[in-house]
């Protein structure tokens, strides 16, 4: 939690704080387990922060920014002139991530669009970026080894085909929370933090690294491994 903290890492930071409510609420058990660690990590993050204005800067009014920027520049796929530049003066380093992520997002757009069914194929987002940087000069200004989010990612990359394969997965895997929370199909304690995880890991109004890079995909389908192994051993849902 404090590594997380101190390395600045906005994103990460906003997926652990979900990531402890939500298994903290579906599980008594971890609930438990977890209020000691909580309480003491509240203690050490507000002596942190007490002596060090820049972790304040960074995790608190940048993390604001950055949720905004991402939601900003999904509403303005292909429109490089952005609606905050009006207000440029009272946080001008905020325009500039909008536009760098807008540059990123809306050519992955264009790629799905160019190639919907099948896209361009895994990993080619860094060459047929530089492409549109040609033909769309005023829409694509900056490139990137990747859009920075995994579902226009799929979208550009894989088509439909590869998107919707893997949103069979992703709805699989939400449609047990909610089953769980709701009580019709109760899954067993250890099964929680897993799935939970991939659900967070996915999150899709959420800024990403590359879905193709050899260490995010190991973090990715490494509890997927531990749920095939509970399923296959009935140690998955709760059947008492």
């Not at 905004?68 to 490089?80: A, D, L, Q």
């Not at 001008?92 to 799905?112: D, E, K, P, V």
């Not at 829409?139 to 088509?159: M, V």
Request: net charge positive; aromatic share 18%; glycine share 4%.
């Amino acid at each position: 939690y404090l590594s997380i903290l101190i390395s600045g890492e906005r994103t990460s930071l906003m997926h652990l704080i979900i990531y402890i409510f939500l298994i903290s609420f579906l599980s008594n058990k971890i609930l438990k387990i977890n209020v000691i660690p909580i309480f003491t990590l509240i203690l050490l993050i507000l002596i942190l922060l007490h002596n060090n204005n820049n972790l304040i800067k960074r995790n608190v009014f940048f993390l604001s920014d950055q949720i905004y920027s991402f939601v900003i520049n999904v509403k303005n796929f292909g429109n490089t002139e952005n609606k905050t530049k009006k207000n440029s003066s009272k946080n001008q380093n905020l325009s500039n991530n909008l536009s760098i992520y807008n540059w990123l997002f809306t050519s992955a757009y264009i790629g799905f669009k160019e190639k919907p069914i099948i896209g361009y194929g895994p990993n080619t987002f860094r060459k047929f970026c530089q492409t549109h940087k040609i033909y769309y000069k005023e829409q694509i200004k900056r490139c990137s080894t990747h859009p920075h989010n995994y579902y226009l990612q799929l979208l550009s990359e894989t088509g439909l085909v590869g998107f919707f394969i893997f949103l069979i997965f992703y709805f699989y895997f939400l449609k047990v929370i909610i089953f769980h929370i709701f009580r019709k199909n109760k899954i067993m304690e250890h099964t929680i933090p897993l799935i939970i995880g991939i659900l967070i890991f996915f999150m899709p109004f959420s800024t990403s690294g590359n879905f193709f890079n050899n260490w995010i995909t190991y973090l990715s389908f490494y509890p997927i491994v531990f749920i095939i192994y509970l399923k296959s051993n009935n140690k998955f849902f709760n059947n008492i």
